[in-house]
Each structure stands twice: as C-alpha cells, then as structure tokens.
C-alpha cells in the first residue's frame, strides 16, 4: 500500500541530498514523520497547506517501513499511518510535483 508525504522543495531537495530525513517542522515536533492514505491527502494538503506553491508528493510503500510505521488516530478519528524514525530517500517509490490550480492542489492520477 502507498502512503503520501507532502514536502516543500526544500525539504525534499534536503532529503534527496541526505538521503534521509526526519521531516517537516511539524514532524520534528512531534516525534515522528506523518503521512496520509491516498483518501487522506487533499484533506492534508488543504489543511496544512492551503494556498502553498513549490510542493512535492512523494509516494512510498508502507509495507517495506516494518513495526517503526504505526497506524494511529487523528484527525477526525481516522486511523493516519505515522513513521517513528527517519524516512529514507530509498523508501520513495515516486514524487512529483503538487501544483497548484485555481487554489486547490491538483494531485497526480496515479493516485486514484
């Protein structure tokens, strides 16, 4: 199953330059990298960053990030998968960019 990252260009140019990461400010502060289901994305995206340009989705498979992926309850009571140690450039399966379009994020069709 395919789990989505959304990043600022930097922050992914810092990962692919890394090679790793341990995310956003946001992640950062809570002790580990958040990630949606392709369901929860937009949702994500217009939550988080609403009217925000320069973005990346990055795909990547949860089966192969073993017991530090944890599956836990957030907004609205839906269960969001949650990463516990760095996300590493290897485990991205694709990324592309997250245009914005007449003000919402336009996400790419390989998600549906």
Known sequence: MLIYKIFRADEWAALQQAGETTGA?????DGFVHFSTAEQ???TAA?????????????????T???????EVSRGGAKFPHLFRALRLSEVVWAEPLPLMDGA???PERMV
């Open 105 to 107: 994020h336009r996400f």
């Open 65 to 71: 990030m073993g017991a530090a992926l944890r599956w």
């Open 25 to 29: 400010p946001v992640d950062l502060a």
């Open 41 to 43: 994305a937009a949702e």
């Open 47 to 63: 939550k988080h960053f609403a009217g925000q340009e320069g973005l990346m989705l990055l795909a990547c498979e949860a089966e």
